[in-house]
């Protein structure tokens, strides 16, 4: 039974995925779309079934498929594992999901190529579902490499447009950079307990003492990696940015909601091994809190809106990370789901302006959208709210949360957070302004065109942002259904509802008051004084290295990519023209020895009978005078 | 001995033919006669005995290497019948020297006393001065003929004064006697110097370093034919007697003499090999890949108690591939002034068939697996290894390696180059040759043990 | 029944080939492959049901040697691959017409012949002459079918000729040493030696010399991107698919068994050696300009991993070495034929002159697509599996083997998601590209479905081979 | 003849057809004009049956003796076919000095 409704809630999306390959084409757009849309409702609708069984059996379902890997000293089989964490993740990937398909099927109408996009988010979801369920680290790294995939096929998926290709294999081969680490991860993992699965992984860790920390740390760390690639933390974050070449609703799904939390996934998981390295618990806690502002104060100058959005994902994933290295990880997860719900409707809202633009993304030629996009600036207005951490909205709780274990474990980590949420309120106020207030700036032309979205694109930007409104009630301070529900996972009794004094409601109203100042400057600039960021060639001083990212890109490039092709031309003028010369030397050397040899046989007789009589008295002294 | 008398007189026969006008058939007869001729041969091989008070020996050895000198005979005169065929009024005497020649060379390989041993490489040599020089008009055979000549009778200068030397030390001819003596008895230093002489006399016949230098250029003058002969039959005929020379004479080699021997293979075949790469003509190139081989063949001499099979069959697959090459190199170069590489441009394309032969004969040559040349070089390693000669064997592997260079350098030109010219008529007998000496030389690479087995000690 | 048989039907099919004629080669080549490959399933089952097909006869006395073909679960996979990828190569040259096509294909099955001789041979002097025999084939396939200028083909095809005779002369010369010492040449008999210190050494580098300029390993690679790019698309296929198999092969049969110690004392000079190859190949192939020079040079970082595998003397990398080789061997078949299918449309293997071909053909640009995410080992496909085994043997011996080596599955990303970004993607390009025709599709189809299920479902691949691997281990580890 | 043999001693005869073959080797290689190069030969053959003779004297025994004859009637069949080959090169090239034959080289 089980086991043949993971199967469905596997291969549904996959079946959708090939069935959209092969006859998408001639079904017709629409009917493309639908399908891919049910197979993943499919998919929500077993996970909810799952859902209700675990909540009651509290039982993890265990499923072996077949052997898979053989290594000497343990063998991978091709297993699933439902528990409480993975059931999570199904939800909401496969929830937000299908909500995504059906917003797409309006969105990618005027696509040539709509069933292809169907298909790939198809796999996607199949990916990430392979990625949340899988029984052992090796199952986790094909969804891994899989959305990984996915991910490169989507934003590069106008393939006409080489910035759009570019941008999509960046995504790719920072992705890899990550991989590379996870499997050493796994190595690591593989030869110290000898196995990859999960369960036996944690009993073996959990249950034996005197393990070699050192090692444990690498791996730790090397896994941790793998998780910066994904999660795209500082130093591997530049490709998320970039990766808004794609359509919005991908943006929304991959670089948003789902697979962006595949690294917190992963360290939740095995968050029994990083309880034992503390050194790298504190690296990703700098990592993300650093993270965090970086991507806070380059957002704070985007122009365009969808980069504004990308660089707050970045800066969340970062908070998600600082909870992670404080070892809170329901609060991380919980952020996780808020943040999937307020973003995943913020880019949705986002893609409906554009759409409702035609395209265009920069928020200086938009305005004054209020009064044609009215549902879309409702639920825009509430998910800014969310991520703003304004109560009662759900953001408010998670991040609140972070904040507090920021608070008790460590003020600086605190304070660089604050700061962070506290720009996060003002950038997305801005974009909130300069979108929708106002008087609209951009072309006549557009203007006329100008539309509330369809149904189809609307429906689900409400329901997402009744999400993102009433999700903080699954944990709220004093009673947390969530930390209950994630308990069995953990090794470390979880950080059970802090007792609630003074203290954490001081630090909520600074958290609360740091969203309003936040959202109160954005006003005066935006409303009040009605500014419109200047062109890019008028943006100077700091504000010019904010708006292109402290240069990081053309760093980067410079150090790692430049190099490595100036490499490549060396060898390839150097070095190999040099080694099969040397070879080819070889024969050139001997064929010039047969050349000057020609001119000894020279045919004259007395020289030929001179060397004979030569050769007779060398013999002869050899042989008779020398002995 | 009955094979030697048939053979004279198979000889004589080819010249009364001449008188009775019977050209037509001379060729037929002769090969007809050489196969009777090599029957008997087979007879007398499980007979050892000694003829005459020890002039002429036949062992298994001799009998052996007649055989092969006999099949080899054949091919030649059969090719003859093509080569001489506007030119009739000579026809027998080619081929009744070819015949006589066969004697000398026989009487070599099975002399029992030096006498014999002397007058059979004299009837071989004056046999090919002739022949070399036997296209009378042409000034390049008869340089050629010049060359070989001077030197060759310098040479047997030389080994008449080795003989004379070792009879002077002995006291007899006999080298059954010789060799009993240079076991036992206290030797006058005359001896080995004899012995030396003789020995640097035949390192002369099979155009070893440094006594090589006519090889190539007699190669290049002489007409096709005779080089054929030369570089098959003279030179097999000679290593031959040169190891049972060295075999019957004195059993136990000094060390100076071993180094020697390691010399001059190894500066035979570097010499050669190296030679033969910028070689256009493509009968001096396989002059030089002669002399490299003839370096291989020296090999033999550093383990004489057991290499005659090595020998025989190093000598046997050598001389196939070498029969099959000329053949075609008959047929290519039958109406050009030279024998340049570029007579043989896109044969693979007009003459396919024969193409493949010469492909195959200088693979064998060059010593690549399933030809008889593999083989022979892999015994012949594995046993100079066993004489513990293993610097010898890198070198001569080295040397393979370079050999490779010009073999393939003809094989391009018969792939790769578009043909230059068309050539009509198929000659059958030539056909024939080719064909059949390649398909022994493949048997023989399939089937090692036939011939190696034959004188495994 | 044994395995002799797959040799005959080889042999046999060449000769029928040839005589054949132009007109039927193709087919009968074709048939001929098949029933190899039929053949070849019969016995992989009757060696499952344990019997014995080995094959045994003595062939010359003096030097002792005999015609011995022993069958263990490695030289079956290895035949395998061979009998599987001939046919699929003999298919995917149905497109293009050859002229003289008798010889053509007749040499094709006679190639393979001589592979699967030197996969069985269990006699140093056969597998010897088997070897040397697979040279002549893919000499004159290269030499008069290649393409590009014939000049320029002949040197490269000359060089790369002698280069390997060159080497694999030294190996004979190690085998003649080694029959000196054991008396024969079976492989068993060599197994039981046990040589000095020295000895070893040199025996190991004369065999180091023929496989690492066969496989290639650098810095003896230097043939190898000329000839892959001047060799006709079926040459460069039986090169890189199954040959250079054969010196990864030869490795693990008689390189690290008979020389142990050597293997031992120097694994890590052996094994940074394939490494630097794997790092230096994936650099060099950035900036190439000739597609198949690409695959070249990508199929030396991926060789150079599996060697490196090979040297750790472990069971797993023995094991991902030979997974490695058999999923390198089919998706190599396929790149090389995606740009065999390119070349046979725009008649050029130059990077710069290809780009905007997906949108004339979806179908083509998704195949090609799955083989270059097979190339740079996505999970779920077969490379993945021998990739992953590899690096953890690496990750065994020193984790920053590992970090080096896995510096592959980035580098690779890189240069393979390039050309494919060069070649396929990017506006439309002005020259026609017809969509992939049945056959072209069937045969990259039929690769890319054993490339996902052996991904998958390695197990019997694996089941079959480890035991001949542990045994072989046990004879490194002897004494 | 014997004792006389005895008084002289078998070393002076080897030294004196040693000297003499040295002279005709010398002949061989320093002169160019064919017959010279010829008669030089002839010389050094000569030398060597004179030793023979020498020998088989010092051996009390007639092989050697017998193997002069066969020397000399070689060495005039040799001279035979050599004649006729400079007569055809006098032909061909009308001079008989070795150095002009230098066509086959290289």
Redesign the interface.
């Known amino acids: 039974m089980d086991t043949s409704l993971t199967l469905l809630l596997l291969l549904a999306p996959f079946i959708g995925f090939l069935f959209n390959v092969f006859f998408g084409k001639s079904i017709g757009k629409s009917a493309s779309g639908i399908l891919g849309t049910l197979t993943v409702a499919t998919s929500f609708a077993t996970s909810v079934y799952f859902f209700m069984q675990i909540s009651q059996t509290h039982q993890a379902i265990q499923i072996q498929l077949f052997d898979w890997i053989q290594i000497s000293n343990f063998k991978v089989d091709f297993g699933f594992l439902l528990d409480q964490l993975s059931i999570l993740w199904l939800l909401f990937v496969t929830g937000i999901g299908s909500l995504i398909h059906l917003y797409s099927i309006s969105y990618m109408h005027d696509d040539e190529n709509m069933h292809k996009f169907f298909a790939y988010l198809n796999l996607f979801i199949f990916f990430m579902i392979t990625l949340v369920i899988g029984s052992n680290l090796l199952v986790l790294f094909i969804g891994w490499e899989g959305v990984g995939l996915c991910s490169y096929l989507l934003i590069g998926f106008w393939h006409k447009n080489q910035d759009f290709n570019d941008a999509a294999k960046k995504a790719f081969i920072m992705n890899r950079i990550g991989d590379l680490g996870l499997l050493i991860g796994i190595f690591i993992i593989g030869s110290m307990f000898s196995t990859l699965d999960y369960a036996t992984l944690k009993t073996a860790i959990t249950g034996t003492t005197n393990l070699n920390i050192t090692w444990i740390s690498i791996a730790a760390f090397a896994l941790f990696i793998g998780a910066c690639g994904k999660s795209a933390q500082i130093p591997l974050y530049t490709w998320l940015p970039d990766a808004m070449a794609g359509p919005t609703p991908v943006s929304a799904l991959i670089h948003a909601a789902t697979m962006v939390t595949a690294g917190i996934f992963m360290i939740t998981r095995l968050n029994y091994l990083f309880d034992l390295a503390p050194d790298v618990q504190n690296i990703i806690a700098i990592v993300g809190a650093v993270t965090s502002l970086v991507a806070a104060t380059i957002a704070l100058v985007q122009t365009d809106i969808k980069k504004v959005l990308a660089y707050s994902t970045v800066s969340q994933l970062g908070l998600m990370f600082l909870a992670l290295g404080l070892g809170a990880y329901e609060v991380a997860v919980f952020h996780v789901i808020t943040h999937a719900f307020f973003k995943a409707c913020l880019f949705l809202g986002s893609g409906s302006v554009i759409h409702a633009l035609h395209g265009e993304q920069d928020m200086r030629k938009m305005g004054g959208l209020k009064k044609v996009m009215g549902i879309t600036f409702f639920t825009f207005l509430i998910s800014s709210l969310a991520i703003s951490g304004i109560p009662p909205f759900s953001g408010f709780f998670s991040k609140d949360e972070i904040l507090m274990v920021a608070f008790e474990h460590n003020k600086v980590l605190w304070i660089i957070a604050s700061l962070a949420s506290l720009m996060t309120a003002f950038y997305m106020f801005r974009l909130l302004y300069l979108t929708f207030f106002n008087e609209f700036r951009g072309t006549a032309e557009q203007k006329s065109h100008l539309h509330e979205s369809p149904s189809l694109i609307t429906f689900p930007l409400i329901v997402l942002a009744i999400l993102a409104t009433i999700g903080g009630l699954i944990s709220l301070p004093t009673n947390s259904w969530l930390n209950e529900y994630l308990a069995p996972l953990f090794a470390k009794a979880s950080h059970e509802a802090h007792h609630f004094g003074t203290t954490e409601y001081a630090l909520m109203a600074v958290a609360v008051l740091g969203g309003l100042i936040g959202i109160g400057i954005a006003y005066a600039k935006y409303i009040k004084q009605n500014i419109v960021p200047e062109e890019d060639s008028q943006i100077t001083g700091f504000a010019k290295v904010l708006y292109n990212k402290y240069y990081v890109d053309e760093i980067y490039d410079a150090i790692f990519v430049q190099s490595i092709n100036s490499l490549s031309k060396f060898f390839n003028q150097y070095v190999e023209t040099t080694l099969s010369s040397l070879v080819f030397g070889l024969g050139k050397v001997t064929n010039e020895l047969g050349f000057q040899g020609k001119k000894i046989q020279n045919g004259s007789i007395g020289r030929y009978l001179f060397a004979f009589v030569l050769g007779i008295c060398a013999i002869i002294t050899y042989l008779f005078l020398a002995q | 001995m009955n094979t030697l008398i048939a053979i004279i007189g198979l000889g004589v026969l080819c010249l009364l033919f001449e008188i009775f006008e019977l050209r037509k058939a001379i060729v037929p007869v002769t090969i007809l006669g050489l196969l009777a001729v090599l029957g008997l041969d087979a007879s007398e091989f499980n007979a050892p005995e000694a003829y005459y008070n020890n002039m002429i020996i036949v062992t298994k050895f001799s009998s052996a290497f007649s055989g092969l000198f006999i099949i080899l005979t054949i091919f030649l005169v059969a090719l003859g019948h093509k080569f001489y065929e506007n030119q009739p009024s000579k026809i027998s005497d080619f081929i009744a020297i070819k015949v006589f020649l066969l004697a000398g060379a026989v009487a070599m390989v099975s002399f029992g006393n030096l ?1 014999m041993f ?2 059979g490489i ?1 009837v071989l040599s ?1 046999a090919l ?2 022949l070399a ?1 036997s296209s ?2 042409s ?2 055979s ?6 070989y ?3 060759g ?6 080994i ?2 080795g ?3 070792i ?2 030390a002995m ?3 006999d080298v059954t006697e010789i060799s009993e003596m240079s076991r036992s008895a206290e030797l006058p ?2 001896f ?2 004899g012995i ?2 003789v020995t ?1 006399g035949m390192f ?1 016949k099979i155009a070893a370093v ?2 090589h ?2 090889a ?3 190669y ?2 002489a007409p096709a034919l005779t080089t054929a002969l030369m570089s098959t039959l003279a030179k097999v005929v000679a290593i031959a007697t040169l190891y049972k020379l060295i075999t019957v004479m004195n059993a136990e080699i ?1 060390e ?2 071993q ?2 021997i390691v010399i001059i293979s190894m500066a035979s075949m570097t ?1 050669g090999n ?6 256009v003509n493509v009968k ?1 190139m396989l002059a030089f890949s002669g002399i490299s081989h003839a370096g291989f063949m020296i090999m033999t001499l550093l383990s004489t108690t057991n290499a005659a ?1 090595t020998l025989l069959y190093y000598t046997s697959a050598y001389a196939l591939a070498g029969i099959a090459a000329f053949s075609v190199i008959l047929y290519v170069c039958k109406n050009t002034e030279n024998e340049d590489v570029t007579n043989f441009h896109g044969l ?1 394309k007009t003459n396919p068939l024969l193409a493949a032969i010469l492909t195959a004969a200088l ?1 064998s040559m060059a010593g ?3 030809f008889a040349g ?2 022979a070089k ?2 012949l ?2 046993q100079t ?2 004489a513990g000669f ?1 610097a010898l ?2 070198v001569a ?1 080295i040397n ?3 050999s ?2 010009y073999y ?1 350098k003809l094989i ?1 030109a018969m ?2 180059k578009e043909p230059n010219e068309t050539r009509t008529g198929t000659p059958v007998v030539i056909y024939a040759v080719a064909v059949v000496a390649i398909v022994l030389n493949i048997a023989l690479g399939m089937f ?2 036939l011939v ?2 034959l004188l ?1 000690s | 029944m044994n395995v002799s048989l797959i040799l005959i039907i080889l042999l046999v099919g060449a000769f029928a080939t040839y005589i054949a004629g132009d007109k039927l080669a193709s087919k009968v080549a074709l048939f001929f492959g098949i029933a190899a490959l039929g053949c070849s399933v019969v016995l992989l089952n009757h060696f499952n049901l344990g019997e014995n097909i080995s094959f045994l006869s003595q062939w010359i006395n003096q030097p002792h040697v005999s015609f011995s073909l022993n069958a263990d679960g490695l030289s079956m996979a290895m035949v395998l691959l061979t009998a599987a990828l001939t046919p699929i190569i003999i298919f995917t040259s149905f497109g293009t017409e050859h002229k003289n096509a008798k010889a053509f294909y007749a040499l094709i099955l006679f190639m393979s012949f001589a592979m699967v001789g030197t996969f069985l041979a269990a006699d140093g002097l056969l597998y010897y002459i088997f070897w040397e025999l697979s040279l002549i084939p893919i000499y004159f396939i290269a030499l008069i079918w290649g393409n590009g200028d014939a000049e320029e083909r002949k040197k490269a095809v000359v060089k790369f000729f002698i280069y390997t005779l060159a080497g694999s002369l030294f190996m004979l010369v190690a085998f003649i040493y080694l029959y000196q010492k054991a008396g024969s040449f079976l492989i068993e008999d060599l197994y039981k030696l046990n040589l000095s210190a020295t000895e070893q050494l040199w025996i190991f580098l004369a065999f180091f010399l023929a496989y690492a300029i066969k496989i290639p390993i650098i810095p003896f690679h230097t043939w190898q991107a000329n000839v892959y790019q001047k060799a006709p698309a079926v040459g460069t296929m039986l090169l890189s698919g199954i040959m250079l198999k054969m010196g990864l092969y030869s490795v693990i049969r008689w390189q690290l068994p008979i020389a142990p110690l050597a293997a031992k004392e120097y694994m890590n000079i052996f094994i940074a050696l394939g490494i630097a190859g794997v790092i230096y190949g994936s650099i060099v192939a950035l900036r190439q300009k000739d597609l198949k020079k690409l695959l070249a040079y990508s199929s030396l970082a991926h060789v150079g991993l599996i060697a490196a595998g090979t040297y750790t003397l472990t069971i797993d990398g023995l094991r991902g070495a030979v997974l490695q080789m058999i999923a390198h061997g089919f998706v190599v078949v396929g790149l090389f034929f995606v740009s065999e299918i390119i070349y046979r449309r725009y008649a050029t293997g130059t990077i710069a002159e290809m780009g905007g071909i997906r949108t004339q053909s979806p179908k083509f640009a998704s195949m090609f697509m799955i083989l270059v995410l097979a190339s740079v080992a996505l999970p779920t496909t077969f490379n993945f599996v021998g990739e992953f085994t590899v690096l953890y043997s690496l990750s065994q011996i020193n984790v920053w083997f590992a970090i080096l080596g896995g510096t592959t599955i980035i580098l690779g990303a890189y240069y393979m998601l390039k050309m494919y970004q060069q070649v396929m993607l990017g506006e439309t390009n002005t020259k026609a590209f017809a969509d992939v025709s049945l056959n072209e599709g069937l045969a990259l189809v039929l690769i890319i479905a054993l490339l996902f299920f052996f991904g998958l479902y390695p197990k019997p691949i694996t089941d079959l081979i480890t035991p001949s691997l542990e045994n072989i281990i046990k004879v490194i580890n002897r004494a | 003849m014997n004792n006389i043999l005895n008084e002289i001693g078998i070393e002076n005869y080897i030294f004196l057809s040693t000297i003499l073959f040295s002279i005709g080797v010398f002949g061989v290689l320093y002169r160019r004009n064919a017959i010279i190069v010829f008669m030089s030969i002839e010389i050094m053959l000569n030398a060597v049956n004179l030793l023979f003779v020498a020998f088989s004297t010092y051996h009390q025994d007639a092989q050697g003796q017998i193997f002069v004859f066969f020397s000399m009637a070689v060495a005039a069949a040799e001279v035979a076919v050599g004649l006729a080959i400079l007569v055809s090169i006098f032909r061909n090239l009308g001079s008989i000095d070795i150095n002009k034959l230098k066509n086959l080289k290289g």
């Open positions: 006498a002397f007058l004299e004056i001065y002739i020089a009378r008009l000034l390049k008869n340089e050629a003929g010049l060359k000549f001077l030197m009778s310098f040479a047997s200068g030389i008449l004064f003989i004379c030397l009879y002077g006291g007899t001819f230093v005359w080995p110097i030396a002489l640097i002369f440094p006594f230098f006519w190539p250029d007699v290049e003058g000094s100076g003499f180094h020697v010499v190296i030679m033969a790469l910028r070689q001096r099979g693979g693979l690549i697996p399933i593999f083989f892999m015994v390693f594995t290894i066993q293993i064997v890198i592997v393979s390696i370079i490779v260079g393939f391009l792939y790769t090692p043990s190696l087995d495994a």
